[in-house]
């Protein structure tokens, strides 16, 4: 079966729907957490560290961490690598392009596969800057989430990587969610207007959620 | 009406093509699109000129030979086949071009003509049913509810154009390879075959070379029959299901 489905097409948009869900899921739940900035280092720090002990005393130290970010891992290889796949056998397809050109498509439609790359190199930077610590600007704190959010959204460029990225994601969720429904076969004529809001509403409530922590430091209401 | 046409000419397969200008006198704007096509090639006869060849049959819109993408929309600017297409969508002194579908499982034969027996191997692959030959069977002996009798009635009216291909930035085959497969998947006579169906034409649409579906949705606007986009929808559920039986078997 998954020989079957990794080689179709249409299998191997299943597997960017399911991957593309797996990492929506996250993302709400991520989202969620950084807002916990806007109510003091102490709560903030506090859920940061209770990441690490989820699932205890079941679960050891930072277990259900490391579940999560292997099925995180593995989700974004299956996504990038079906979309490398799928992106090349597009091109081959349509060796030509018309003389006569006309505008096609929505601007959230025609920026996936850019807008993925530039996902996926902001992911790489993200995790060096908040994970990692290696290319955070100023001083990196380990086990101090609460300052490292703080001292990298002094800089400038973080807020101009972090916010640029965002609207990227927003861009990408607005056509991936609904993408994913048709994909996965959950779409048909009488819920397509709900799909779509669902995509706009989760597209904007991430965007929102998440630049607003950025925006929270450059406005000084996080310090 | 008088016209500019900037018309794709490639001598054959295997030659190099361009866009040639020509200029067309005396259209009416009742004519045809085609109509207007036969004028711009009577002329080029007359003065011993190779005429410009494209594809046409019934010319009333429902053989679905007619295949040109005219000003980068594929039948032209109205949701009909290019035959019904007439020039009154045109203004006099307009600039048009005129292109052959572009997709990879589309080789141009000549000029606007392109080779589009890849869609037929999607059907023989599985778009038809087992029934034993002989008279017709008794109408009543299997009931079809309305709802699908409809629903495969709208995937039916599929013509096999391509413009859904041409109008994908993929080159897919997704709408024509959904319309072929809801339209039988959904009636009992069609039930026999339904996983098989499903799993054999769209893994014949990928090996004749078509590209993967991005949902633009750009050949559900561009079909001429209507075929909506949610049909690919409907074929991907197909799929899934057809392939999770395949797996328990």
Excluded at chain 1, 116 to 144: C, E, K, Q, S
Excluded at chain 2, 28 to 39: G, K, N, V
Excluded at chain 2, 194 to 215: I, K, N, P, S, Y
């Amino acid at each position: 079966m998954a020989r079957t489905v990794w080689d179709s097409t249409v299998g191997k948009k299943a597997v960017m729907a399911v991957s593309g869900l797996i990492m929506l899921l996250y993302l709400i739940a991520h989202m969620i957490g950084n807002l916990k900035i806007f109510f003091g280092a102490g709560e903030f720090d506090h859920y940061a560290h209770w990441l690490r002990t989820v699932g205890e005393p079941f679960m050891h130290y930072e277990w259900t961490l490391w579940l999560i970010r292997v099925v995180l891992a593995a989700a974004v290889v299956a996504h990038a690598v079906s979309a490398y796949q799928l992106s090349r056998l597009d091109l081959r397809a349509r060796p030509r392009t018309y003389v006569h050109k006309r505008p096609r498509a929505g601007y959230a439609t025609r920026t996936m596969r850019w807008g993925g790359v530039i996902l996926g190199l902001f992911l790489v930077w993200h995790l060096l800057d908040l994970t990692a610590g290696t290319v955070h600007p100023g001083t990196f704190r380990p086990g101090h989430p609460y300052r490292n959010v703080v001292s990298d959204f002094s800089h400038w460029y973080s807020n101009v990587v972090y916010i640029a990225a965002m609207l990227a994601l927003g861009l990408h969720i607005r056509h991936g969610f609904w993408s994913a429904a048709q994909t996965l076969g959950a779409g048909s004529r009488t819920r397509d207007r709900a799909l779509k809001t669902v995509a706009n509403v989760l597209a904007l409530l991430l965007t929102a959620g998440f630049v607003a922590v950025p925006v929270g430091v450059m406005t000084g209401v996080v310090s | 009406m008088k016209l500019t046409l900037r018309v794709w000419r490639q001598k054959n397969a295997g030659a190099e093509g361009h866009m040639s200008t020509y200029e067309v006198d005396g259209i009416s704007p009742d004519m045809s699109f085609l109509e207007m096509l036969d004028t711009l090639n009577e002329r080029l006869i007359l003065q011993g000129e190779e005429p410009v060849a494209f594809d046409h049959d019934c010319r009333e819109g429902i053989c679905g030979a007619c295949s040109l993408v005219i000003n980068g929309e594929a039948h032209g600017p109205e949701r009909t086949t290019t035959c019904q297409l007439h020039m009154r969508s045109f203004e006099d002194g307009d600039v048009i071009d005129v292109e052959p579908w572009r997709a990879a499982a589309f080789p141009v034969i000549k000029d606007l003509v392109v080779d589009r027996s890849a869609f037929d191997r999607i059907i023989q692959a599985g778009g038809y049913i087992t029934a034993p030959t002989g008279s017709a069977p008794e109408a009543h002996a299997t009931p079809v509810p309305k709802a699908d009798a409809d629903y495969a009635f709208e995937h039916a009216e599929c013509i096999g154009c391509g413009a859904c291909v041409a109008a994908c930035p993929n080159g897919a085959a997704m709408l024509f390879t959904s319309a072929k497969v809801n339209h039988l998947n959904v009636l009992p006579q069609g039930a026999p075959e339904r996983e098989t169906r499903v799993l054999d034409m769209v893994a014949q649409m990928d090996a004749e070379g078509f590209g993967g579906c991005t949902l633009t949705g750009e050949c559900a606007t561009a079909c001429p029959k209507g075929i909506p986009l949610t049909s690919i929808t409907h074929m991907n559920k197909e799929w899934l299901r057809a392939t999770r039986k395949a797996a328990r078997r």
